[in-house]
């Protein structure tokens, strides 16, 4: 009886690690069971036997992921009896190692996990924050000057370093992928935020000037309930509802939803891309160009919600003409990055540049869109100072 029910474990197992991959390259809403059955090499039937639907497959490999994390920290953190430098490095370098060998769960845990149900998603909120109270307990211990909240502030973009590696799919020998990740998030964790009166002052609107557009207004109201209530719970009629037109007329300006969020990712990426024109026109030098680029980007992902929405477009069916340009304007982006932060470090490979600049990138995205940390009134100038300190900038 133990036998059989470790080889329907393993089952499971294999099932999950199948569909993981699938929801990563598709989004959980462009992969159903019969899927993931035929990528298995069995009958949508014979999946039920293991899973109840695509949401429990989907739960088990999320859970399995927090439930691994959970086994490290507890491992390293129980080591040593008095926290210290030494501890802190075995634990790194073991969430490093959990990042590189299952890139496909971070990127589930980041991205779909607004999908699992109410149950599932508070079990896996408890969970991570059991872990981030356990690393923030330690970090306090080492870095006694820190304000708790600052600690936590800390954990989340460490964690964050070790979920980049879902976003992109650049990689270097196993060795050097950990070693990278685990410096990366050592350079986060003994970054120095800044004081709260470096918080820039807002300056006010003057409220002059002609209406904005009907295609304006469409365009700002599906920005704020996409950011809100993510893009598939919001209707076309809620969009309408909200610019004070009837659902129907919103058709007049846009022919669906996903032309509405195509054309809130290119008008974000327009920002990105004329900010770092003019950052790369007015610096001196390299160090320069890409310290204002930190601050160009901080800025556009914070003073506006075009851009946190736009990352939100991977799960919307769009043409693939409109695929294939967001995937090149985001790599001509981030090839800025790159080239400047190898003239500044040249020993560095391109493919650990990349792997560092996108490492500082998820920082910046992932603090911005957690609840708990971005209505912090410091948030920019503490992104600020946590990317350049991952890019050595500081």
Not at 246 to 256: I, L, T
Request: proline letters at 4%; a positive charge.
């Amino acid at each position: 009886m133990q036998h059989s029910r470790s080889r329907q474990g393993d089952r499971r197992n294999q099932l999950a690690a199948i569909a993981a991959e699938l929801f990563r390259a598709r989004g959980y809403h462009g992969v159903g069971i019969n899927d993931i059955a035929a990528a298995a090499g069995i009958t949508g039937p014979a999946l039920y036997r293991h899973f109840a639907d695509k949401q429990a497959v989907l739960a088990y490999v999320l859970l399995s992921g927090v439930r691994d994390i959970e086994v490290e920290t507890t491992t390293a953190l129980s080591s040593l009896e008095k926290p210290s430098g030494l501890q802190v490095d075995r634990l790194l370098n073991r969430i490093a190692t959990a990042s590189v060998e299952r890139r496909e769960v971070a990127a589930l845990w980041r991205w779909e996990g607004k999908h699992l149900a109410a149950q599932d998603q508070r079990e896996i909120g408890k969970r991570s924050s059991t872990i981030l109270t356990a690393w923030a307990k330690v970090l306090l211990e080492i870095r006694p000057e820190l304000a708790a909240t600052d600690a936590e502030l800390l954990c989340w973009a460490a964690l964050s370093v070790f979920g980049s590696v879902s976003v992109h799919h650049t990689t270097v020998a196993r060795r050097r992928f950990v070693q990278l990740l685990s410096e990366l998030a050592k350079r986060v964790l003994s970054a120095d935020l800044p004081p709260a009166s470096d918080v820039p002052s807002r300056v006010p609107a003057l409220g002059i000037g002609t209406p904005p557009s009907r295609r304006e207004q469409l365009l700002s109201a599906a920005t704020d309930l996409f950011r809100q209530h993510g893009f598939h719970d919001v209707s076309m009629e809620d969009i309408g509802a909200a610019a004070g037109i009837a659902g129907p007329s919103v058709y007049r300006h846009f022919a669906s939803k996903a032309s509405l969020i195509h054309a809130i990712a290119r008008r974000a990426a327009d920002r990105l891309t004329l900010g770092a024109d003019e950052v790369l026109r007015d610096s001196s030098d390299e160090r320069e160009a890409l310290r204002r680029l930190v601050s160009s980007y901080v800025q556009t992902l914070t003073g506006s919600g075009e851009l946190v929405v736009s990352f939100s477009i991977d799960g919307v069916n769009l043409a693939d003409k409109e695929r294939a340009e967001r995937v090149s304007v985001q790599r001509d982006y981030v090839a800025r990055w790159v080239n400047l932060l190898r003239a500044i470090q040249p020993a560095l490979s391109p493919r650990e540049a990349k792997i560092i600049v996108h490492a500082a990138l998820t920082i910046a995205n992932d603090l911005v869109r957690t609840r708990r940390l971005n209505a912090r009134p410091n948030l920019p100038a503490e992104l600020e100072t946590l990317l350049r300190a991952v890019l050595q900038l500081a």
